[in-house]
């Protein structure tokens, strides 16, 4: 009879959420504080329901990213009970719930990190071309995407210092859904080749230092994650957006994205969607930049306690990068050449040839090169997010994804002036065995035409070379580039398991983060002729002495020096783990304390194989007049092994000063570490073991910060202390003596960067906003010397 009685007493509470110009928000999330949690979304009519409600007086929440949240006391009696309510705009989303950088949700403008968040509504205001381009919208960060859209750099508050062009992402965690989209990073293989926005993004939240030192995988620097779109519509809804235009001197770009999503019933819904695109570049290339798309879903179970959600991507991309463009006058930098900073690519131009592999050379095998393939990253993900809110104040959250991942390189590596009166020209074709001198015929290699014929002994009497014919190639030089071979595979498992407890003012959080990778790499380059122009002209290259042989210093394509530049065969083994505590604690009303703790451990094992020339009379053909296959670099049978273990203490400490409901002050101090990443071990000296394990850089971060949000004016200032120690710098060079290519000796040096970070909107009017970002700082390294550097950003 008392069980009767009580399923009698409970009821319902439902109503319709809006915002100031009374249309329906869909998505927004409303919680019941009762025991356990209740639990809603609004449809795509706003409407959101909970059934099974007890009586009593409780607090129900609703908050949706772009406006200002509410908390209402609501006494229910046993009735059904119907409550709408309207929400207020929210400019920086200062009151919205964030999750990056907090092991708890946390409202923004109460919390002690600095965070920016760019909701659905911003997202459609920009056309980015590329995931790093796209974050230039978040003040504090630093973005170099000239290359493209991969190969690109992110970092914040001048935590760079190993954030190299081929290892943009060094310090920074980039995130879909909460989770790593790469474990591992090495030279040529960042987070940003598996990476790619378009509807299916529903928001995007940036954490600029501060607690990614307890909360990130080996990520000090910050973490930018991308949070994809739900549905809760009842019925079956969509968007579709295409976009054409023209880059650069009239290159086509076309982009078509769509995004799908309903109801399933008993709780059950979809979303899924994605994009293709065909984009001819920015600048200007014979051969198609970038194209191809991705497909993302997610099937979602929500009941009472929280939610289940499956989730998944599919990512086959094709893209490139641009190398640099030659300039003169370094105060005032001008084009040289008759190149262009704005439409110049210096690429090699389209083409296939079939490369042999250095590793099988008997058994016949080859690779296929062409430049107009540039990079081809794949990514199969799938994933599971779990969230229940427990009996006694308890919570869990367990996120899991498992991915494989492919990315192969043919690109174009370096567009550097090789004067033809440079002996480098003729040591390259085959690393001086033999050398060739005398009479060098170069021709079109589509056309078969003769460009050129010179002859190069004055050079070794210190006198340019001499041309024999009235024909001459552009600028006396030819192209310094290699083919640039890459294939990289990557399987990886990552998951984080959050424990949840509300006791009196404390929000305790503790769990740990497990990551696992199994990777390997393999590269190889050549040498390629081709003229240095705007739109250089592939090379056949030959030795034509009268009364000799032929020699012919490259192939049909001007390929030459077969795998002779660069030979690198890894494979690497990778598991991290990491425990940690987390404690908000609710001094008083307007006071809040924010105190982590993160140990770390990461586990590096694999192996580098040795490589030597292979040795035959006549090279690999065994043609003597063919000298291009002369060189072809091979493993050794010998390995480099290497077995390292990184283990580390992080903490980082918040307060937040709650001023009036609608501005804030706070303040953090950060000790974290950053472990070396493979490219310690890949990129190190051939041939040369790896004796000692790499450095951990100890990162010390400050920040002091003010929060305001008003009804039309919003604004977040934060002044900033990062300190670098044990940064470890490595260049990549060219041996000029051998005509090799190496990695310097790592130089450790140290940094410290003061700055000010300021973002502020302003909306008189509904369709009127003006937004600023201001980024300042001064930086010092010291290596021996002293070196200040300072940057403005507007």
Do not use: C
Not at 130 to 135: E, I, K, Q, R
Not at 722 to 741: A, C, P, Q, R, Y
């Amino acid at each position: 009879m008392g069980q009767t009685l009580l399923i009698n007493a409970q009821s319902s509470l439902n109503g319709t959420i809006t915002d100031s110009n009374n249309n329906p928000i869909s998505g927004a999330t409303v919680f019941l504080n009762t025991e356990p949690i209740l639990f809603s979304i609004t449809d795509t009519e706003g409407k959101y329901y909970l059934t099974n409600t007890p009586t009593g007086n409780y607090i129900l929440s609703i908050s949706y990213l772009g406006f200002k949240p509410i908390n209402d006391n609501v006494s229910l009696n046993g009735n059904n009970t119907e409550l709408s309510y309207n929400l207020e705009s929210d400019l920086l989303n200062l009151h919205t719930v964030v999750i990056t950088g907090n092991f708890t949700p946390t409202i923004q403008l109460e919390s002690s990190t600095s965070v920016s968040t760019l909701n659905a509504k911003d997202l459609k205001q920009i056309v980015p071309q590329g995931t790093a381009n796209l974050l230039q919208n978040i003040p504090g960060t630093f973005v170099d995407a000239s290359a493209g859209e991969v190969f690109t750099r992110v970092y914040t508050r001048g935590i760079s210092a190993a954030a190299e062009d081929d290892m943009g992402w060094y310090y920074v965690s980039l995130q879909e859904d909460d989770l790593p989209v790469s474990l591992v990073q090495h030279s040529y293989y960042g987070p940003d080749l598996f990476h790619r926005a378009d509807l299916m993004t529903a928001n995007v939240e940036a954490l600029r230092g501060g607690s990614a030192s307890i909360t990130a995988m080996n990520a000090p620097g910050g973490v930018y994650n991308f949070i994809s779109r739900q549905t809760n519509s009842k019925e079956l809804t969509g968007e579709a957006q295409l976009q054409t235009g023209i880059k650069g001197e009239g290159n086509p770009y076309y982009r078509a994205d769509a995004v799908l999503g309903s109801q399933l019933g008993n709780n059950w819904s979809f979303n899924a969607g994605g994009h293709y695109r065909h984009d001819e570049g920015a600048r200007n290339t014979d051969f198609t930049f970038s194209k191809g798309g991705q497909f993302k879903f997610n099937l979602t179970k929500v009941n009472s306690r929280g939610y289940f959600k499956l989730y998944g991507k599919y990512l086959n991309d094709y893209t490139n990068r641009y190398n640099g463009v030659a300039a003169t006058n370094w105060d005032n930098p001008e084009a040289a050449f008759g190149q262009d900073f704005n439409s110049s690519a210096l690429l090699m131009p389209s083409y296939n040839a079939s490369i042999p592999d250095g590793r099988y050379l008997e058994d016949g095998k080859t690779n296929r090169f062409n430049p107009s393939k540039g990079v081809h990253a794949k990514d199969l993900a799938i994933g599971l997010d779990l969230f229940q809110s427990l009996n006694n104040n308890w919570s869990i959250k367990n996120n899991m994804k498992f991915s494989t991942k492919n990315a192969n390189w043919q690109t174009s590596i370096s567009n550097a002036f090789v004067s033809l009166s440079d002996p480098t020209t003729y040591y390259l074709p085959s690393n001086g065995n033999p050398f060739p001198i005398g009479q060098i015929v170069f021709k079109n290699t589509r056309t078969g035409d003769e460009m050129a014929r010179i002859d190069n002994s004055p050079i070794f009497a210190g006198s340019p070379i001499n041309y024999l014919t009235d024909s001459t190639l552009p600028n006396d030089a030819v192209l310094g580039t290699s083919t640039w071979y890459k294939d990289n595979d990557a399987d990886e498992f990552m998951q984080q398991l959050t424990l949840l407890k509300t006791w009196d003012n404390h929000d305790f959080s503790f769990g740990f983060s497990t990551g696992i990778s199994n990777t390997s790499v393999f590269t190889q380059g050549s040498f390629a002729f081709s003229t240095y122009e705007n739109n250089p002209t592939m090379l056949e290259v030959t030795l034509e002495n009268p009364g000799e042989p032929v020699l012919y210093l490259s192939d049909e394509h001007g390929v030459s020096n077969y795998g002779g530049l660069f030979f690198t065969n890894s494979r690497a083994d990778v598991f991290q783990a990491a425990t940690f505590v987390n404690d908000i604690w609710k001094i008083s009303d307007n006071i809040q304390l924010d105190l982590g703790l993160r140990y770390e451990s990461i586990y590096h094992k694999g192996s580098n194989d040795r490589s030597a020339p292979f040795t035959q009379n006549g090279g690999l053909d065994g043609d003597e007049t063919t000298i291009y296959d002369n060189n072809i670099l091979q493993p050794t049978g010998d390995r480099d092994s290497f077995n390292f273990n990184y283990n580390y203490l992080s903490y980082s400490a918040g307060l937040n000063i709650k001023l009036t409901e609608d501005a804030s002050i706070f303040g953090r101090y950060s000790r974290g570490n950053k472990a070396p990443e493979l490219n310690y071990y890949f990129n190190n000296f051939a041939n040369v073991p790896i004796i000692n394990a790499g450095e951990v850089q100890k990162i010390k971060q400050a920040e002091l910060g003010l929060k305001s949000a008003l009804k039309d004016f919003s604004f977040t200032t934060t002044l900033f202390w990062s300190e670098l120690k044990n940064i470890g710098v490595s260049n990549f060079e060219f041996d000029d003596s051998t005509s090799s290519i190496f990695y310097t000796p790592i130089q450790f040096n140290n940094s410290q960067t003061f700055g000010l970070e300021w973002e502020t909107i302003y909306n008189p009017i509904q369709y009127l906003t003006f937004r600023l970002m201001v980024f300042y700082k001064t930086q010092r390294q010291e290596n021996g010397i002293f070196m200040t550097q300072q940057d403005l950003l507007i």
